[in-house]
């Protein structure tokens, strides 16, 4: 079955950026999708089709995607971006919702 | 306003079965695919199931395949899912949330804020 392997945690100091990253056979030929879960809080959708934002979510929020990697960049990152973020993909071979495992984003 | 409120979490033993039930509010649900995922305590975010519009496409994770049953009311605005045969490791959150499906790809672009389903004796 198709996985995603993200790092366990990432820390970053305010003002700089934070890149996590997705890992995935071929996952740049899938729609990468990435979400930012804060303690007791449902998920919210922050980047969608690699690189596109919903209204409300700021520009310092960027996606790349290529060959087996796809990266979240956190610009300028605040203290409320502190957070655990996923990536997810759908595995159209097996038509199923794949998530990965989920960075936890320290902000020092 | 879009809005999901899903209900009927609890505390069930080994063995037994729970109905959860996702009411929709805020925008039109039948054109929609709409999914199930879950979280057990401290871990990460796990699929459980989607339905489309329809009901005609329904997929679950082999994890629940042949335990959980999907469904849908559009003239009610609700979303379900049956839980059968219940096991300690489907204890989590469980989230009722909407999918954006284009070009054989779909992801969730609102979430519910979740029902706690607790499997223990």
């Known amino acids: 079955s198709y996985e995603l392997t993200q790092s366990p945690s990432v820390s970053v100091a305010p003002g700089q950026t934070a890149t996590i990253a997705c890992g995935g056979n071929?996952?740049?030929?899938?729609?990468v999708h990435w979400y930012q879960q804060k303690p007791g809080q449902a998920p919210v959708l922050v980047v969608h089709?690699?690189?596109d934002r919903p209204s409300g979510i700021p520009e310092r929020f960027s996606g790349s995607n290529s060959a087996n990697t796809a990266t979240l960049t956190i610009s300028r990152v605040e203290a409320g971006d502190e957070a655990d973020y996923y990536c997810q993909v759908w595995d159209s071979r097996r038509d199923r919702m794949v998530f990965g495992g989920g960075t936890k984003l320290t902000v020092l | 306003e879009v809005q999901l409120v899903e209900s009927g979490g609890g505390l069930v033993k080994p063995g037994g079965s729970l109905r959860l039930s996702c009411a929709t509010s805020?925008?039109?649900?039948?054109?929609?695919?709409m999914n199930w995922v879950r979280q057990a305590p401290g871990k990460g975010l796990e699929w459980v199931s989607s339905i489309s519009s329809s009901s005609s496409y329904i997929y679950y994770a082999d994890s629940v395949k042949g335990r959980f049953t999907v469904s849908r009311d559009n003239a009610k605005n609700s979303l379900y899912l049956q839980m059968n045969s219940l096991r300690a490791e489907d204890t989590a959150v469980y989230y009722c949330?909407?999918?954006?499906?284009?070009?054989?790809?779909?992801?969730?672009?609102?979430w519910g804020l979740g029902t706690l389903v607790t499997v223990s004796s």
């Open positions: 949330a909407r999918d954006r499906w284009h070009d054989s790809s779909g992801y969730i672009d609102h």
């Open positions: 805020g925008f039109t649900f039948s054109p929609y695919r």
């Open positions: 071929d996952i740049g030929s899938k729609s």
């Open positions: 089709d690699e690189s």
